[in-house]
Structure formats: C-alpha cells, structure tokens
C-alpha cells in the first residue's frame, strides 16, 4: 500500500491522494480544453460553460469569516463553480485565482499545498504543488500572487 510509509502526525496533501504536477496539469489541461482532449469529449461545451461560472452569486464563503474579521478584511466571496472548486467572475476581491484573471477563469485549491486554474481568455492552465503546507488565508494569499505572476507572464 502506497500510504504504509506514513506515519501518524505526518502531513499528507490532497486528503491522501497522489499524483505529479504533470498529473494534475494534465486534468486541468483538459478543462482549459472545456472537457475534450481531441478526440474523447467528457462533457458537453454548454454543460461546461455553464458548470464553471460561479453558482453563488454575491454571497459570501462563511469558512474565511473568523479569519478576515481577525485580520479586519472584508469578508471574502464564495465563487463557487458546479465544478468542485472556483470561478473569478467580474469584481476586485481576495481570490487564489488571482486579481488579474479574467472572469471566466476557474479552478480548485487544496487546503494549503495545492491548485490547478485555467484562464480561457489567456489560453493558460496553471497548476501549484507544494510539500510546503501555509494555513488559511495565508494560502488564499499565496495563491493569488503565483496566479499573477502566471498571468504577468501572458500576452
């Protein structure tokens, strides 16, 4: 079994999942593909287009509510996708998405190690993993500043 080495106490990104870089760029590749590599279609153009918007309109992620008001930041939106993870969507606020992807970009943050997103307008998929674990809003932060830095890096 590929979990026996680990430990009690040891850190394991990804609730014990595996995978390489690679792995996840290739998922998150196929999404920037909007669910067709090619020649296998996985879901359809407009299921998907509809699935990555955001579902929560204004409404805000109750998870950051201790943690912003600790650090007298306004709260922080949900932006939830149908797709497991985020949506931009139009605005400026705090995302691990970055401030400067366009508001069609999605993707899914782990829990203080990992993301994938896809900005369609840029062409790009960008994927994070990290053997570092950063908690909270920390992370969220992190995540931004990577997502721009990508981003800076497009046309």
Do not use: K
């Not at 990104?13 to 999404?31: E, H, N, Q």
């Amino acid at each position: 079994m590929l979990t026996a080495p680990f430990g009690a106490g040891m850190e394991v990104p990804a609730g014990d999942a595996f995978g390489t870089a690679m792995d996840v760029f290739r998922f998150a590749d196929l999404m920037r593909a909007r669910g067709g590599n090619g020649s296998v279609r996985f879901i359809s153009p407009a299921l998907f287009d509809y699935a990555t918007r955001n579902h929560t309109g204004d409404m805000m992620n109750g998870a950051w509510e201790f943690e912003t008001a600790a650090r007298n930041l306004p709260p922080l939106r949900a932006n939830f996708s149908l797709m497991g993870g985020y949506a931009r969507d139009e605005g400026h606020f705090q995302t691990g998405l970055g401030s400067t992807a366009s508001p069609r970009a999605f993707g899914a943050i782990g829990g203080g190690s990992t993301m994938w997103t896809v900005d369609p307008a840029r062409d790009l998929t960008f994927v994070f993993l990290s053997a570092g674990f950063i908690e909270g809003l920390s992370h969220m932060q992190r995540l931004s500043r990577l997502s721009d830095l990508a981003l800076a890096a497009c046309d």
